[in-house]
Structures are given as structure tokens and as C-alpha cells.
């Protein structure tokens, strides 16, 4: 893992200067505004790679909300999740916006875990057929160092009030106590997650292991067991958002070619991270 990390590092470094060259070049030549935005009545929004932070997505489905000329949302979803409160904030934020506006889910890669959590309350979810929906659960994770420390003759010190203030401390094993305390808080955390995925999709909460336990689906699967209502391309997902809309000629908004371009910038480079740190995902998984 940690050559991989290395990997990843020694590529930006060695193509810091070309991209940092390209976006200059960005900021100079290419236009800030556009025309088409005005008129439109369609919007994408991308939530692609580890979610780790809400907040420029809260801005566009909030920006969504608020515009009137704009009728229905496409939540274009390829993510194997991340952290638990910003899924959760999409995941409501999304529901506000379904109350106001048709949006549809669609699963272009993965559907999993946090971006699942965040796709739950749409008004209808797609999935590419070759996607990966579900794993629906909780993970907490901490090395224990303690060895790699001994080794190197690091000794930590800790002054601490509270039983549990040093739980999930990776220098030492965890204590019979620590460790139910953080099996509690993932208990509370699923728990949460399974209740909020079987009212968004009208599941029985007491069947919560055929659709949740951290399954993976297929969207074959996933259909059958109601955590998406369609499987299809990116044309039928646009299609049934059309519907859903009704409008009568469909004009997507375009972002600013500036915004475009740093946005293109960023998923690449957040994709070849990921890449190179935890490895190729494979074409038939």
C-alpha cells in the first residue's frame, strides 16, 4: 500500500508543473460565463469518489433547489462511499430537494455504502448495469503499531480522564471495554443507516440481512430486492427524469467552461489517486 502511496506522490510531483502550467492557462482563455445556463431546466450533479466532505455538493443541490427554471436533478453516483456525516448530509439534502423537484439516482459505477446513503430519498434510482450497488454497513478501523513502535524505540505517554478517551488508539490493543464501546457506536451508526434506507425504499425493516449486512449487488439483484427501481444507461436515466419533469424540451445546465475544466481536474485527480493507492478496480469485479 505504501509503495503505491509513493506512486501516487511521485506523479503529481513529477506533473505538478505541467497541470499547474495547464490551469493558468484555464484561467486566462477560458470563458466565465454561459448563456445556456439561463434558459436551462436540467441539472447534473456529480458525487464521484470518497465522500469526505459535503459541502460543494450541499451548494449545487441547494443552488438546484432554490432555481425555479430548473425542474428536475440527475445525481450522477460513482463512489464507494466514505465518511458517515457527510453521506447523511446529502442523503437528507437530497430528500429536500426530491420534495420540491424530481431527481433521479443514477448509479454509473458504484452505488455503495455512504453513496448509496446519499442516493436513498431520490424519486427514482437507475443503475448501469455493469454497477455495484449495496454495502450497506459500518467499518471502524485502527492499526495497532504497537510492535512497529517497540521496534523503533518509541514509547507514547498518555494522560487521559475518561475510560474510553483513548479508545480506537492505534499504538497499543484495544481493551475488552474499548472495543464494545466502538462496536456500540457502529451498532447506532448501522442501525440508523438500515432505518433511513428501508423508509426511503419502502423496505421491511425487519428483513434488514437480505438487503443490508454489507451486501454487494449486482443491479440484477439489487432490483429484486427493491434498493433500485430500474437498471438502464445513462440515456434512460435521462429519460426518465424528462418524464418525471415533464418538460417539454429538455435543456441540461452547463456549467462555466472554467468550472467544467477544474471540475474534470479534480475527479481525474482524485480518481488516479485512489488508483494508485488502493488499487485498480476490475472491469468484471
Given at each position: 500500500?505504501?509503495?503505491?502511496?509513493?506512486?501516487?506522490?511521485?506523479?503529481?510531483?513529477?506533473?505538478?508543473?505541467?497541470?499547474?502550467?495547464?490551469?493558468?492557462?484555464?484561467?486566462?482563455?477560458?470563458?466565465?460565463?454561459?448563456?445556456?445556463?439561463?434558459?436551462?431546466?436540467?441539472?447534473?450533479?456529480?458525487?464521484?469518489?470518497?465522500?469526505?466532505?459535503?459541502?460543494?455538493?450541499?451548494?449545487?443541490?441547494?443552488?438546484?433547489?432554490?432555481?425555479?427554471?430548473?425542474?428536475?436533478?440527475?445525481?450522477?453516483?460513482?463512489?464507494?462511499?466514505?465518511?458517515?456525516?457527510?453521506?447523511?448530509?446529502?442523503?437528507?439534502?437530497?430528500?429536500?430537494?426530491?420534495?420540491?423537484?424530481?431527481?433521479?439516482?443514477?448509479?454509473?459505477?458504484?452505488?455503495?455504502?455512504?453513496?448509496?446513503?446519499?442516493?436513498?430519498?431520490?424519486t427514482k434510482i437507475v443503475a448501469n448495469p455493469?454497477?455495484?450497488?449495496?454495502?450497506?454497513?459500518?467499518?471502524?478501523?485502527?492499526?495497532?503499531?504497537?510492535?512497529?513502535?517497540?521496534?523503533?524505540?518509541?514509547?507514547?505517554?498518555?494522560?487521559?480522564?475518561?475510560?474510553?478517551?483513548?479508545?480506537?488508539?492505534?499504538?497499543?490493543?484495544?481493551?475488552?471495554?474499548?472495543?464494545?464501546?466502538?462496536?456500540?457506536?457502529?451498532?447506532?451508526?448501522?442501525?440508523?443507516?438500515?432505518?433511513?434506507?428501508?423508509?426511503?425504499?419502502?423496505?421491511?425493516?425487519?428483513?434488514?440481512?437480505?438487503?443490508?449486512?454489507?451486501?454487494?449487488?449486482?443491479?440484477?439483484?439489487?432490483?429484486?430486492?427493491?434498493?433500485?427501481?430500474?437498471?438502464?444507461?445513462?440515456?434512460?436515466?435521462?429519460?426518465?427524469?424528462?418524464?418525471?419533469?415533464?418538460?417539454?424540451?429538455p435543456i441540461w445546465r452547463e456549467k462555466p467552461?472554467?468550472?467544467?475544466?477544474?471540475?474534470?481536474?479534480?475527479?481525474?485527480?482524485?480518481?488516479?489517486?485512489?488508483?494508485?493507492?488502493?488499487?485498480?478496480?476490475?472491469?468484471?469485479?
Amino acid at each position: 500500500m505504501f509503495s503505491r502511496i509513493s506512486k501516487a506522490i511521485k506523479w503529481i510531483g513529477e506533473h505538478f508543473k505541467g497541470l499547474l502550467f495547464l490551469l493558468i492557462v484555464a484561467l486566462i482563455f477560458i470563458p466565465k460565463g454561459s448563456t445556456t445556463s439561463q434558459i436551462a431546466n436540467l441539472q447534473e450533479i456529480k458525487l464521484f469518489g470518497t465522500i469526505s466532505d459535503a459541502n460543494e455538493i450541499l451548494k449545487e443541490i441547494e443552488s438546484a433547489k432554490k432555481n425555479p427554471k430548473i425542474k428536475g436533478v440527475l445525481l450522477n453516483v460513482n463512489s464507494g462511499g466514505g465518511s458517515v456525516p457527510p453521506s447523511i448530509e446529502i442523503s437528507y439534502a437530497i430528500r429536500e430537494l426530491a420534495k420540491k423537484k424530481p431527481v433521479v439516482a443514477y448509479a454509473s459505477g458504484t452505488m455503495a455504502s455512504g453513496s448509496y446513503y446519499s442516493s436513498i430519498y431520490a424519486t427514482k434510482i437507475v443503475a448501469n448495469p455493469g454497477s455495484i450497488i449495496g454495502s450497506i454497513g459500518v467499518i471502524l478501523q485502527s492499526a495497532n503499531i504497537k510492535e512497529l513502535l517497540d521496534k523503533i524505540g518509541v514509547k507514547p505517554q498518555t494522560v487521559k480522564q475518561g475510560l474510553y478517551k483513548e479508545a480506537g488508539t492505534p499504538t497499543r490493543k484495544w481493551s475488552n471495554a474499548e472495543r464494545e464501546e466502538l462496536e456500540q457506536l457502529t451498532k447506532d451508526t448501522y442501525e440508523l443507516f438500515i432505518s433511513d434506507v428501508a423508509k426511503a425504499r419502502g423496505l421491511d425493516l425487519n428483513s434488514s440481512d437480505k438487503f443490508a449486512n454489507a451486501h454487494i449487488f449486482s443491479p440484477i439483484r439489487a432490483k429484486k430486492i427493491g434498493l433500485i427501481d430500474e437498471i438502464g444507461v445513462m440515456s434512460i436515466a435521462k429519460k426518465d427524469l424528462i418524464e418525471l419533469s415533464k418538460v417539454k424540451k429538455p435543456i441540461w445546465r452547463e456549467k462555466p467552461k472554467l468550472e467544467k475544466f477544474l471540475d474534470s481536474f479534480k475527479e481525474k485527480s482524485t480518481l488516479l489517486i485512489e488508483n494508485s493507492i488502493f488499487g485498480l478496480r476490475s472491469s468484471i469485479f
